[in-house]
């Protein structure tokens, strides 16, 4: 499984320098839409990663396939969001609370 990461260029350097391959420059809403649905269709991917803001400009219905997607594991990180915490993420995907 790899970690794919969406997001402005500024956003995705610092996964790129961490050795994430699979990082997707979304300099414009249609370029962010296209690279998550790619990501999703794409069957190595078990993380998605997004910034929170750009979480808040994706459509209601992929927005909501994107909260309830399983693989990949869709973790908006930045401000602070509502909704299931990294915790909750986890359990779902893994099926099992690591944290006890």
């Known amino acids: 499984m ?17 050795g994430i391959h699979k990082t997707y420059a ?3 809403d249609e370029k962010l839409i296209e690279h ?6 794409d069957n190595d991917v078990g993380i998605l990663v997004l910034n929170s803001s750009d979480m808040e400009k994706v459509p209601r219905k992929l927005r909501a396939t994107l909260e309830n ?7 908006a ?3 602070e969001e ?5 915790r909750e993420k986890i359990k779902r995907s ?7």
């Open 69 to 75: 997607s399983v693989k990949p594991t869709v973790i």
């Open 36 to 41: 998550i649905t790619s990501v999703l269709r």
């Open 82 to 86: 509502g909704g299931l915490s990294m």
């Open 2 to 18: 790899e970690i794919a990461v969406i997001g402005n260029s500024e956003f995705i350097l610092g996964f790129r320098l961490a």
């Open 26 to 28: 979304a300099e414009n």
């Open 77 to 79: 990180i930045g401000a």
């Open 94 to 100: 893994v099926g099992v609370d690591l944290w006890k």
